[in-house]
C-alpha cells in the first residue's frame, strides 16, 4: 500500500508570494500524481493530472512537477482566492490514495 | 457539463445499512470508471472504491472492504454504494467521482457530496 506525505501541513501565506507544497509517495508511482484544491464548503477540483497537466481554466501562476517518489505544486504568486487545502492522489497502485492536504492561508 | 448528485445519506445507527446513490449526466457515462471518496467533517479525503465502466471491476480501500459494495446502472446512468455493518468511523460526506481518462487516470469531476452519520 502506497503512502503519501505532504509538507507542510499548514502554510499562512502573503498575497504575491511564492507557495510551494509537496507530496512524496512510500513507492514509485511514475506520473501517476494528480493534484487537487478545495476551499471550504465546496467540493475538491483538480488542478493537474498526471503530475504536471494542468486542467482546463487552472490559472498559470500554479505549476506541477515531479515523477516517481517526489512531486511538487507550485504557486507562483499567491491570490486571495487560493486559500485552499491542497490533496495530492496516487492511482499508480491500488487501493489508491490522498495525501493528507495541505492547508494555505492568506496573512 | 458533467454533473454528479448524490443522494441517500442519513443518520443511522452503527451496524446499521445505508445506500448511496449518484445520478450522471453530461457525459458519455458508460465510457467511464466511477469513484466514491469519502470526507468526515473537518478532516481530510478518503479514497472509498472504484468500478469501471462495465461494472467488471470493482477494487475498495481497507477500511470499506467487505462491508461496502459498489454498483453501476448504466440504462439509467446511476452510481451506487451498498454500506453494510456501518461504523461510527464510516461518518463522513461521501462524493462520487468521475475518473479523468482510464481506470489509473485520476478523477476530473466531483458531486457536492451527501452527509453519512453512523451514530447511536
Known amino acids: 500500500e502506497i503512502v503519501l506525505t505532504q509538507s507542510p501541513e499548514f502554510q499562512s501565506v502573503t498575497p504575491k508570494e511564492k507557495v510551494t507544497i509537496t507530496c512524496r509517495a512510500s513507492?514509485?508511482?511514475?506520473?501517476?500524481l494528480h493534484w487537487y484544491q478545495q476551499k471550504p464548503d465546496q467540493s475538491p477540483k483538480l488542478l493537474f493530472k498526471?503530475?504536471?497537466q494542468s486542467n482546463s481554466g487552472v490559472p498559470s501562476r500554479f505549476s506541477g512537477s515531479g515523477s516517481g517518489t517526489d512531486f511538487t505544486l507550485t504557486i507562483s504568486s499567491l491570490e486571495p482566492e487560493d486559500a485552499a487545502t491542497y490533496y495530492c492522489?496516487?492511482?499508480?497502485?491500488?487501493?489508491?490514495?490522498f495525501g493528507p492536504g495541505t492547508k494555505v492561508d492568506i496573512k | 457539463e458533467v454533473q454528479l448528485v448524490e443522494s441517500g445519506g442519513l443518520v443511522v445507527q452503527p451496524g446499521g445499512s445505508l445506500r448511496l446513490s449518484c445520478a450522471a449526466s453530461?457525459?458519455?457515462?458508460?465510457?467511464?470508471?466511477m469513484h466514491w471518496v469519502r470526507q468526515p467533517p473537518g478532516k481530510g479525503l478518503e479514497w472509498v472504491s472504484l468500478?469501471?465502466?462495465?461494472?467488471?471491476?470493482?477494487e475498495y480501500g481497507d477500511s470499506v472492504k467487505g462491508r461496502f459494495i459498489v454498483s453501476r446502472d448504466n440504462n439509467r446512468n446511476f452510481l451506487h454504494l451498498q454500506m453494510n455493518n456501518l461504523l461510527t468511523e464510516d461518518t463522513a460526506f461521501y462524493y462520487c467521482?468521475?475518473?479523468?481518462?482510464?481506470?489509473?487516470?485520476?478523477?476530473?469531476?466531483w458531486g457536492r457530496g451527501t452527509l453519512v452519520t453512523v451514530s447511536s
Open positions: 467521482a468521475k475518473a479523468a481518462s482510464s481506470l489509473y487516470g485520476g478523477i476530473d469531476s
Open positions: 453530461g457525459f458519455k457515462y458508460d465510457d467511464y470508471t
Open positions: 468500478i469501471t465502466w462495465s461494472g467488471d471491476t470493482t
Open positions: 513507492q514509485n508511482i511514475g506520473s501517476n
Open positions: 498526471y503530475a504536471s
Open positions: 492522489l496516487q492511482t499508480r497502485i491500488l487501493p489508491f490514495a
